[in-house]
Nanobody, 123 residues
């Protein structure tokens, strides 16, 4: 089992950058597929990016702007978000799922979730 705690959210202007952190306790993050999801008001929770072993995958909406990384020594996963847009405004969640042979992009494939951190991008 693993516990996840996100941090780093905030209010920024369009074009700014933010780095979210997901600190894990319990098992190591390298033992899981780790993902970032986001949920805007009135919308479904959507996949943003994931890292499975050394493989990363990004939603088209964030490709080229967001970067996921993992620090095994700190047992932490990061989401670097650059060139933020108002449409990136959402609560961002970190999630962990069992390692498999394919990237998990559905929220239902992840077993553990953090509490979320709010990101608000003003225009």
């Amino acid at each position: 089992q693993v516990q996840l705690v996100e941090s780093g959210g905030g209010l920024v202007q369009a074009g700014d950058s933010l780095r979210l952190s997901c600190a894990a306790s319990g098992r190591t993050v390298s033992s899981y597929t780790m993902g970032w999801f986001r949920q805007a008001p009135g919308k479904e929770r959507e996949f943003v990016t994931g890292i499975m072993r050394s493989i990363t995958y990004y939603a088209d909406s964030v490709k080229g702007r967001f970067t996921i990384s993992r620090d095994n020594a700190k047992n932490t996963v990061y989401l670097q978000m650059n060139s933020l847009k108002p449409e990136d405004t959402a609560v961002y969640y970190c999630a962990a799922g069992r390692l498999g042979v394919a990237m998990k992009r559905s929220r239902y494939e992840y077993d553990y979730w953090g509490q979320g951190t709010q990101v608000t991008v003003s225009s």
